[in-house]
């Protein structure tokens, strides 16, 4: 069974506090996305990786950085959390190049205080 | 500009009828998926549209995609309580470097 693993369900955070999800793909799948969902936003694409140690920015990469060391594995790091950064942080993957389905993971639902 | 377009927002049905979801978007694809979301949690595959005039059914649930209309359709057959939810769709476009573009979602609320 395809599985995208979230390290984190819920966080709970401070302002300014350095923040890391953690997103792990057994499915060798080339591509990996950090989304965030908000209320009457719909998704929104933060970061997209095509290959390790590529990241490639999105919509709204502002305030967050990723990294990519292995194939299986995409990180998605807020440098100091902000207040406006409280969200529902979804992950997904997809085999490379074709636009094939997106798995998604569980979700992290980050509050910053 | 790569534009999806869901309606309706929200659509509150009663058990028993029958409803169509459409999603329509501004570029040529043959790719197009539909996902469930319940409350909290995250999002489901239900169906993956590969090909004009592409047919999905499941259970109450049949999608369908015409790419000439730059279309697809969610339709729901005699709805319950269960299929209450919020349903995406998102259509591929493998040479951009987002891939994906998703449709603002629809909220749906299966009354008894």
């Known amino acids: 069974d395809v599985k995208v693993t979230q390290s984190s369900r819920y966080l709970v955070k401070r302002t300014g506090e350095k923040v890391f999800l953690e997103c792990v793909q057994d499915?060798?799948?080339?591509?990996m996305f950090w989304y965030r969902q908000d209320p009457g936003l719909g998704l929104r694409l933060i970061y997209f990786s095509y290959d390790v140690k590529m990241k490639e920015k999105g919509d709204i990469p502002e305030g967050y950085s990723v990294s990519r060391e292995k194939k299986e594995r995409f990180s998605l790091i807020l440098e100091s959390a902000s207040t406006n950064q409280t969200s529902m942080y979804l992950c997904?993957?997809?085999?490379?190049?074709?636009?094939?389905?997106?798995?998604f993971g569980e979700g992290s639902r980050l509050t910053v205080l | 500009e790569l534009k999806v377009e869901q309606n309706p927002l929200f659509l509150s049905m009663q058990e028993g009828k029958n409803y169509t979801i459409y999603c329509n978007y501004s570029?040529?694809?043959?790719?197009l998926y539909w996902y469930r979301q319940d409350p909290g949690k995250s999002l489901e595959s239900l169906f993956v549209?590969?090909?004009?005039?592409a047919v999905k059914q499941e259970g109450r649930l049949m999608a369908s995609l015409d790419t000439k209309a730059r279309l697809s359709t969610l339709h729901i057959t005699a709805a319950v309580h269960d299929l209450s939810a919020t349903y995406f769709c998102?259509?591929?476009?493998?040479?951009?470097?987002?891939?994906?573009?998703f449709g603002t979602g629809t909220s749906l609320t299966v009354i008894p």
């Open positions: 998102a259509v591929g476009y493998p040479h951009t470097g987002n891939q994906f573009y």
């Open positions: 549209l590969l090909s004009n005039g």
């Open positions: 570029t040529t694809s043959d790719r």
């Open positions: 499915m060798d799948h080339e591509n």
């Open positions: 997904a993957s997809s085999l490379g190049g074709s636009a094939g389905e997106l798995f």
